[in-house]
């Protein structure tokens, strides 16, 4: 007996919406890139985010990845204004308020150098003297707006965000608007 669940690695392009439904002519949608009928994306990234997504057809697979008490982790590269000190790392790490909300313990670090990515457009905003720097934060919970509000509480507001892993899903060659079904050993990992 074979099943027909189908498991997608996408790369959300910076301004699509993850939804399948336009509410409005100007913005993209999964719709313009995934041709593949009846699968949902597995949580959400909003549309000034960028990266992995993972879409799907099975619901129970679905359910687990998007329930915090499974805590699966996510990756995210962040690129914020100005360089963030110790202080500002730990307290990320130990977990901030947001919203009258305590966030769970991440782990957290600083980038030594900008990670290969593809440009973004439109770019970010460029301001010559105000420096930026890259954090790498993995997140087990997924709060809506979270890891912009994140550094923002600690005083490094995020400039770009992507998300570049799901538990052991990875961005890996995928270009912006790609996507590829994932491998068996991938799905067993699931």
Same mark, same amino acid.
């Given at each position: 007996?074979?099943?027909?669940?189908?498991?997608?690695?996408?790369?959300?392009?910076?301004?699509?919406?993850?939804?399948?439904?336009?509410?409005?002519?100007?913005?993209?949608?999964?719709?313009?890139?995934?041709?593949?009928?009846?699968?949902?994306?597995?949580?959400?990234?909003?549309?000034?985010?960028?990266?992995?997504?993972?879409?799907?057809?099975?619901?129970?697979?679905?359910?687990?990845?998007?329930?915090?008490?499974?805590?699966?982790?996510?990756?995210?590269?962040?690129?914020?204004?100005?360089? =963030?000190? !110790?202080?500002?790392?730990?307290? @990320?790490?130990? $977990?901030?308020?947001? &919203?009258?909300? #305590?966030?769970?313990? +991440?782990?957290?670090?600083?980038?030594?150098?900008?990670?290969?990515?593809?440009?973004?457009?439109?770019?970010?905003?460029?301001?010559?003297?105000? =420096?930026? !720097?890259?954090?790498?934060?993995? @997140?087990?919970? $997924?709060?809506?707006? &979270?890891?912009? #509000?994140?550094?923002? +509480?600690?005083?490094?507001?995020?400039?770009?965000?992507?998300?570049?892993?799901?538990?052991?899903?990875?961005?890996?060659?995928?270009?912006?608007?790609?996507?590829?079904?994932?491998?068996?050993?991938?799905?067993?990992?699931?």
């Amino acid at each position: 007996m074979t099943n027909d669940y189908r498991y997608i690695l996408f790369y959300k392009p910076y301004g699509v919406l993850c939804q399948f439904t336009q509410d409005t002519p100007t913005r993209s949608t999964l719709k313009d890139y995934i041709s593949v009928p009846d699968v949902y994306p597995v949580g959400r990234l909003d549309w000034d985010s960028e990266g992995l997504l993972l879409l799907t057809n099975h619901g129970q697979v679905q359910h687990r990845l998007c329930d915090p008490r499974f805590g699966h982790e996510r990756t995210y590269w962040v690129q914020v204004e100005r360089i =963030p000190d !110790a202080a500002a790392l730990q307290k @990320l790490e130990a $977990g901030v308020i947001i &919203q009258n909300y #305590r966030t769970r313990p +991440a782990k957290v670090q600083l980038l030594s150098a900008e990670p290969t990515l593809s440009d973004r457009d439109p770019p970010i905003r460029f301001r010559k003297n105000v =420096p930026t !720097a890259w954090l790498e934060m993995t @997140l087990t919970e $997924g709060k809506n707006r &979270q890891v912009r #509000r994140m550094t923002a +509480a600690v005083g490094f507001p995020t400039l770009r965000l992507v998300r570049v892993a799901i538990a052991q899903l990875h961005l890996d060659n995928l270009k912006p608007g790609e996507w590829r079904d994932l491998t068996r050993h991938q799905i067993k990992s699931l």
